[in-house]
């Protein structure tokens, strides 16, 4: 138990707002299973106030943010702004629903942030409706870094449709001048993808993949191995 969970964490956000000079080369910041809730408004102070402005990666999994959305909504739009070379972000386990996607979609249409290859939110309670807010922001442009190549884990949201995740793996690929090529090129160099929880999902996709190698072989002769 936790009787004050906020309390490490303001005392770290003081240190994080000056770790331009006391940590400067801090990149990666694990603060899963610490029962933050609404605290983590301080780390969202701390990322406008100039600090951890080389975090790669941070990780806030299992800390109850989604007891209160707009403290969520803000500190994942104050990291997208601030922390220009954020990479990677876990917000698994967390509570979040549909009006924290909506945040979250309209922070990545705000912030556009260029680095951000991995938005995590597996095991929340997101439904069709946040998952198609978030693929239309990144079908539209929005975190252009955003690589389903490198990790895209969409397990464990029960109320989330077969339909809704499959449009949002489609929205990745879209924009580009060849979108079926810029697929293939992408599953060449997939390593990891997780569709746990998902039931019809995998055999779904699984058949997708075959018709994008199906239709650019046909197209530019290219060589895939599947």
């Keep these: 138990p936790h009787p004050h969970p906020g309390a490490g964490l303001s005392h770290l ?14 990149q990666w910041l694990h603060l899963s ?21 080389k975090l790669r990666m941070l990780d806030l999994r299992q800390n109850d943010l989604g007891e209160d959305t707009e ?3 803000d500190l994942v739009t104050a990291v ?25 979609a309209a922070a990545l249409a705000s912030c556009n942030p260029l680095r951000l290859q991995v938005l ?12 198609e807010a978030l693929a239309k922001q990144i079908a539209q442009g929005s975190a252009p870094g955003l690589d389903w190549t490198q990790g895209l ?14 449009k949002l793996l489609s929205s990745i690929q879209v924009g580009y001048a060849n979108p079926t090529a810029k ?22 996709w699984s058949a997708a993949v075959m018709r994008a190698s199906h239709d650019v072989k046909a197209s530019t002769s290219a060589l895939m191995h599947l």
Excluded at 13 to 26: M, Y
Excluded at 120 to 130: F, H, K
Excluded at 154 to 164: H, Q, T, Y
Aim: charged share 20%.
């Design 80 to 104: 997208l702004t601030h922390l220009t070379n954020l990479e990677r972000l876990w917000l698994d386990a967390n509570g979040l629903t549909d009006a924290f996607a909506l945040g979250a």
């Design 13 to 26: 956000a003081a240190v994080l707002r000056e770790s331009a000079t006391v940590l400067p080369n801090l």
């Design 33 to 53: 299973r610490n029962s933050l809730g609404n605290s983590v408004s301080c780390l969202a102070d701390a990322a406008r106030a100039g600090g951890m402005q």
């Design 71 to 73: 403290a969520a909504i």
């Design 183 to 204: 697929y293939l090129q992408g599953q060449e160099r997939l390593d990891y993808t997780d569709l746990g929880w998902n039931d019809e999902i995998v055999q779904q």
């Design 120 to 131: 995590d939110l597996p095991e929340n309670a997101i439904s069709e409706v946040g998952i």
């Design 153 to 166: 884990n969409l397990e464990g949201n029960p109320k989330a449709s077969d339909r809704a995740v499959l």
